[in-house]
């Protein structure tokens, strides 16, 4: 069973840099396409990064690419999103997910229970 906790996150300003993580508490194995979506007040959750099971391909959301790092560890279970140059329109609630591989939220079967980035101007 996957049961996946989240820390980290905050309030930054505009520029700074904040680090997610994300672990598997269960009792899988953890060979699962991992991934981070954010979802901002009044909007859809959106997908903002993706790393596969081995840690060999990622992907990412165009505006975050060059700033935000995805990375695993398979030994621990644990999956980080390093966030830098952070700007207010990355404010949001942001959500570790487990599962197949896709954009969309109904590729991932479990979810953590989510962590508040706020980004000042």
């Known amino acids: 069973q996957v049961q996946l906790v989240q820390s980290g996150g905050g309030l930054v300003q505009a520029g700074g840099s904040l680090r997610l993580s994300c672990e598997d508490s269960?009792?899988?194995?953890?060979?699962?396409?991992m991934a981070w979506f954010r979802q901002a007040p009044g909007r859809e959750r959106e997908f903002v990064a993706a790393i596969t099971a081995g840690g060999n391909t990622t992907d990412f959301l165009d505006s975050v690419k060059g700033r935000f790092i995805i990375s695993r560890d398979n030994a621990k279970k644990t999956m980080d999103l390093q966030m830098n140059s952070l700007k207010p329109e990355d404010t949001g609630i942001y959500y570790c997910?487990?599962?197949?591989?896709?954009?969309?939220?109904?590729?991932?079967?479990?979810w953590g229970q989510g962590t508040q980035v706020t980004v000042s101007s």
């Open positions: 997910a487990a599962g197949r591989w896709g954009h969309e939220t109904s590729a991932y079967d479990y």
């Open positions: 269960g009792r899988s194995r953890g060979r699962y396409n």
